[in-house]
Structure formats: structure tokens, C-alpha cells
């Protein structure tokens, strides 16, 4: 009952002081708010930077350690062309590897991909789109959003039927009156019958490969469009993707199972190298956290001047606020009011003054998450909101703790006489 008592006192108090000193009150309020904007601002910007770039990297999918020529991060102290001299993947090898990886995977894909390509459907074409050969697993390891229609089937793999998967880019261009599912088109000279269209994806920030633009067909078709380049020079050349389980943390035992069968399968002595890369989208996520966390601490670091100029701008409501209600302090004390009774009295004071101005904040970042926007779609998460809203409690703490603690040890009978 206590509590509940000095809270309502000192939201009243803090009220009358809102109402009784409006300029002031607001002048001061000012710079929590510009504060608490500032930071969970750039929390907000940095948060919706960073799922924006982990949404355009997408393509590479999660937990997928991937089998290629090349690594995606170069050794400095290692040759360039002991890379260049490695063979690509092959199926050969994919098929080795659906055999020998044991229960530690959830799927082995083979893929390949050729940019600049152009789809004819009767009058209408589209330019620039990419064809890529997959096999049956590669909806495990990618995103691949079928919208309408299906996904292939086994034997459809296995026959390499001319059946395609297109993007909704390609479905708008190629049938403008819609119902692309059953129709036919050419690339390449081949004919490919429509099973499915993926779901609409639109442009990201990095400009990375959308889904949109892109044209899935059985991996065995592909290679009867393309000569498979044994090299990874002068033509399109095949990649692996391993699927990885949720119960593998790290996904070591998968990548020490593969390296040892990928050894094994290309006759590698004990002292040999290795003559392949094993690639983790891992390496990229770790590398675009540590660059959003450098910059969300510089954000808040830029933002917590400004939280210091309305700690201030508080602090000073409050000496104050404790020189005008002396004489009041002086009667509450005569009463039987205790030292800690004045302190939080205060203390809540200036907490619910900043948590007001924080609050204002807060709305102002909501406000600007409501603007659209095409290639960076901002949002204000609950944790950036608990976090304004702490570090107002924290500021209003700090701001009025000195205040308070003058306030409760006022003497009650000069505290009376004074004017």
C-alpha cells in the first residue's frame, strides 16, 4: 500500500508539474526525447539493415555447408593457382555423397546455374533470366517459395523431363493474362512446360540473386542444354550443398564427415590436401553481425550525448521542483513523513518524467517505421522498445537521485520557514 501511495503521490506531483510549468517541463523533456530517439533509432535502422541484408542472403540457405572449388574466404599465404588447379564438383560425386554421408544430413543437392538467359513464350519474351539445374533435395537447402502449382516430383529428377519452375517476374513477362501453370516456353531452343511460380520477392539492398528472375529445371535437363565446364572456366560448373541437423551444433560432424568422404571419393593420400573448399554461410552471417554490432555501438554512443543533455535538462526540473515545494517537504516531514518517503517521492518524480519523454521517443521512431519504404521496410521491435523505455528509467534514476536524496534531508523546521 506504501508503494502504491508514492507512486500516485509522485505522479501527481510530476503532474502538476507538467501542467503548472508547460515550457519548461517540455524544454527539459526535450532532450530525453531527441535522446531516446537518437538511440533507438539507430537500433531500429541497424536491426532492419541487418535482416534486410540476412534476408537477401537468403539464397545460400542455413546450416548448408556447400562443396566448391573455390573458398568464399582466401588463405593470403596460400598460392592462387592451387585453387585454380582443383576439379569441380561433379555428379559423380553427388551421387558418392548420397550414398556414403550417414544420418548426420538432412539432404545432398547437386546445382548449377547460367546467367543471361532468354524465355520465349509465343509474342512475348524475357531477357536476362537465370536458368539453374537442380536435383530433388535442393528445396531442402534453398528457399525455394513455390506459390502456385508444385514442386518436381522424383522421377521428373530422374528423367530430366523439360518441366520448369519460373519466378513471378517471368510468369508476369511471359503470360500477362496470367495462368502460367501448363504453359510452354523456350529457351535455348528447348520447350519447358510451367509446374509451379514462385512467390513474388521483389528487389533487395544488396542486389543479390532473387528468385523473381530465376528459372528452375531438373539438373539433367540443364545438362543437355549446357556443356558442363570440367574446369570452372568457360562455361557453368556444378556446386554440392549438404543439408545439415538441427542437433548438430556447429555443424562439425557433418563438415568432418564430408571432408572425409570428399577425400576419400577423389583417391587423396594421408598427407595430401585437400583439393576442395567446403563453404559455410556461417562465415558471411559472422562477419554481417560483427559489422552491425560496430555500428549499433557507435550509434548509441552518438546517442547517449544527447541522453545526457536531457538527464541534465531533468535534473535540473528537479532542484527545482525541490526548491519550490520546501515549505510542503517541511509540513510532510512535521507529520510523520520518513526520509524515504520524500526520497522516492522524487526519485519517482523524475523517473516518470523521463519515462514520458522516452515514451515520446519511442512513438517518433514508431511513426517513421510507418513511412514505406522499397528496399529497406524499417520496424520497431519489442526489444528496442523495453530498451527505450529502461534506459529512461535508468536516466530518470540518475537524473533525480540528487535531488531527492537534498529533498529527504531537509530539516523539517527550516524547511517550513522557507519561502
Known sequence: MLALRLTFESLRFAWDALRGNVLRTVLSLLGVTVGIFAIIAVFAVVDSLEANVRHSMDFIGDKVIYVGKWPWKFDPTRPWWKYFNRPVPTEREFRELQKRLGPNNKGVAIFVASGGNTLKAAVNSVADCALQGVSYDYRIISNVPVEDGRYFTPQEMADGRPVAIIGATIAENLYPQGHALGQEFKVRGAKFTVIGVMKKEG???????????????????????????????????????????????????????????????????????????????????????????????????????????????????MFVSVRERTSIIGIQKSLGAQNFFILFQFLFEAVFLCVIGGGLGILLVWLITLVPQDYLPLFLSGGNVALGLLVSVGIGILAGIVPAIIAANLDPVEAIRAK
Open 203 to 317: 528487389k533487395n539492398m544488396l542486389d543479390t540473386p532473387s528468385n523473381d528472375a530465376n528459372c528452375l529445371i531438373p539438373y539433367g535437363a540443364f545438362a543437355k542444354l549446357f556443356a558442363l565446364s570440367a574446369t570452372g572456366m568457360g562455361g557453368p560448373s556444378p556446386s554440392l550443398g549438404v543439408k545439415g541437423r538441427d542437433d548438430d551444433p556447429g555443424l562439425l560432424n557433418l563438415e568432418y564427415e564430408m571432408q572425409g568422404v570428399m577425400r576419400n571419393i577423389r583417391g587423396l593420400k594421408p598427407r595430401q590436401e585437400d583439393n576442395f573448399a567446403l563453404n559455410r554461410p556461417e562465415m558471411i552471417a559472422s562477419a554481417i553481425g560483427k559489422l552491425f554490432d560496430i555500428i549499433g555501438v557507435a550509434g548509441a554512443v552518438i546517442g547517449s550525448f544527447a541522453i545526457l543533455v536531457g538527464g541534465f535538462g531533468i535534473a535540473n526540473i
